[in-house]
C-alpha cells in the first residue's frame, strides 16, 4: 500500500468533444489583449470570447468532482465532519477566461494565480511538441509542471506533464505551476481561469 495523505490534489480529466469544438471556436474570435495582465512570456494572451452561461455549464461538472475528490480526503482524517451535499455550488470567473496563443521559445515562468481555484485546458497542442528531442537528465520541453515543495528523499517536490488535447487540470490557485518553451515552429493554444468566490452546501 502506498499513502498519499500530503499535498494539494490536482485534478485531470477530458473535456467534451462538444466543449472542445467551442473552445476552438471562441479561440478564433477572441480579441482583447490581456497578456500586461498575466505572468506569461507570450506575445498573444486573449480575453476569451465564451458566453458566461454555456461556459459555466461545460465546466460545472469538472469542478463538483474536484470537490467530491476533495471531500473524501478529508472524510478519511476527520471523524466528525460532515461533508457538503455540494447540491449547489456557485462562483465565478473573475477577469477569465483568457487564451493562451504559446509560440516557438515562450513560457510561463513559475507564478500562482488568484481565487479558489485555477484551471487549464489544453485547446489544441500540436503532435511536433511531444517529439521533439529532449536532452539533459530532465526533460521538460512543452511541458506543464505543478511545484508545491522542495526536492527530498526520492520526491521531486513537483509534477510534470505532457500535455494534450482536450486535458483539463483544476488545482488551487496557489499551487505554483510553470509551461516551459518548445522549439517547433507550431502555435499550443490553451485556456486558462480562475474560480472565485467558491460558495457551496
Same mark, same amino acid.
Given at each position: 500500500m502506498?499513502?498519499?495523505?500530503?499535498g494539494?490534489?490536482?485534478?485531470q480529466?477530458?473535456i467534451s468533444?462538444d466543449?472542445l469544438s467551442?473552445?476552438?471556436?471562441?479561440?478564433?474570435?477572441?480579441? %482583447?489583449?490581456v497578456?500586461?495582465l /498575466?505572468?506569461?512570456h507570450l506575445r498573444?494572451q486573449?480575453?476569451a470570447d465564451?458566453?458566461? $452561461?454555456k461556459?459555466?455549464?461545460?465546466i460545472y461538472?469538472?469542478v463538483k468532482?474536484? /470537490?467530491?475528490?476533495?471531500?473524501?480526503?478529508q $472524510?478519511?482524517? /476527520?471523524?466528525?465532519?460532515?461533508?457538503p451535499?455540494l447540491?449547489?455550488i456557485?462562483?465565478n470567473?473573475?477577469n477569465?477566461p483568457?487564451i493562451?496563443?504559446?509560440h516557438?521559445?515562450?513560457?510561463?515562468?513559475?507564478?500562482s494565480?488568484?481565487g479558489?481555484?485555477?484551471a487549464v485546458i489544453?485547446?489544441?497542442?500540436p503532435? %511536433?511538441?511531444?517529439k521533439?528531442?529532449k536532452?539533459g537528465?530532465?526533460?521538460?520541453?512543452?511541458?506543464?509542471?505543478f511545484v508545491?515543495s522542495n526536492?527530498?528523499?526520492?520526491?521531486s517536490g513537483?509534477?510534470?506533464?505532457?500535455?494534450e488535447?482536450g486535458?483539463?487540470?483544476?488545482?488551487?490557485?496557489?499551487?505554483?505551476?510553470?509551461v516551459y518553451p518548445?522549439?517547433?515552429d507550431?502555435t499550443r493554444?490553451?485556456m486558462?481561469f480562475?474560480?472565485?468566490?467558491l460558495?457551496?452546501?
Open positions: 502506498i499513502l498519499e495523505p500530503f494539494p490534489l490536482i485534478y480529466g477530458e468533444e466543449f467551442y473552445l476552438r471556436a471562441a479561440s478564433k474570435t477572441s480579441h %482583447e489583449d497578456g500586461n /498575466l505572468a506569461g498573444d486573449r480575453l465564451a458566453n458566461p $452561461k461556459f459555466f455549464d461545460f461538472p469538472h468532482e474536484y /470537490l467530491q475528490e476533495n471531500i473524501k480526503r $472524510k478519511k482524517h /476527520l471523524q466528525h465532519y460532515h461533508p451535499s447540491n449547489t456557485q462562483f470567473l473573475g477569465g483568457w493562451n496563443y504559446q516557438k521559445n515562450e513560457f510561463n515562468p513559475l507564478h494565480h488568484s479558489d481555484l485555477s489544453m485547446i489544441d497542442v503532435e %511536433e511538441i511531444s521533439e528531442p536532452f537528465n530532465c526533460p521538460s520541453v512543452g511541458m506543464l509542471e508545491y526536492p527530498g528523499f526520492f520526491f513537483s509534477h510534470k506533464i505532457v500535455p488535447t486535458q483539463i487540470f483544476l488545482f488551487p490557485a496557489d499551487l505554483k505551476h510553470c518548445f522549439q517547433s507550431v493554444i490553451s486558462s480562475n474560480v472565485c468566490n460558495q457551496f452546501d
